[in-house]
């Protein structure tokens, strides 16, 4: 049976949504932190969407820090969520966002059509090329 893997979790209070950025457990850090790749870390979200983070280094801590913001700000994180993150190894996390009613969030989708493809005309050559969009992940949302 493989080792279950490692899990902490951060409640977000205003200085995170402020300053942009997010330590990672100290006693976690001491576990786990030969696995951690300085520089950046990559935060998989359960509605499929994939996103890269800068890690910062001060003293004996570790910070979330440079796209962070945006991270928050894309799925509407506020004081008092809570962000469960699942260490999968080198500087990889899967992260699952509960809201202050402690209920997981419904993960926005990039697309709002949930049709498996689509036609497109090329202006310029009229010419009728077709595209698959890839359906939304998110089994919530569905």
Request: hydrophobic content about 40%.
């Amino acid at each position: 049976m493989a080792p279950k893997p490692p899990h902490f979790f951060k409640i977000i209070h205003s200085a995170v949504i402020q300053e942009g950025r997010l330590r990672i457990p100290r006693k976690f850090m001491e576990k786990f932190s030969k696995g951690i790749i300085s520089g950046a870390a990559i935060l998989n979200v359960p509605g499929g969407k994939v996103w890269r983070v800068k890690l910062k280094k001060e003293k004996d801590e570790l910070w979330l820090h440079k796209g962070l913001k945006e991270f928050m700000e894309y799925y509407s994180i506020n004081a008092g969520h809570l962000l469960v993150f699942r260490y999968n190894g080198f500087s990889r996390f899967n992260v699952m966002i509960f809201d202050m009613s402690a209920t997981e969030i419904a993960y926005p989708c990039d697309s709002s059509d949930s049709e498996a493809s689509h036609s497109i005309t090329d202006e310029k050559s009229e010419e009728d090329v077709s595209v698959d969009v890839i359906p939304c992940l998110n089994k919530n949302l569905q």
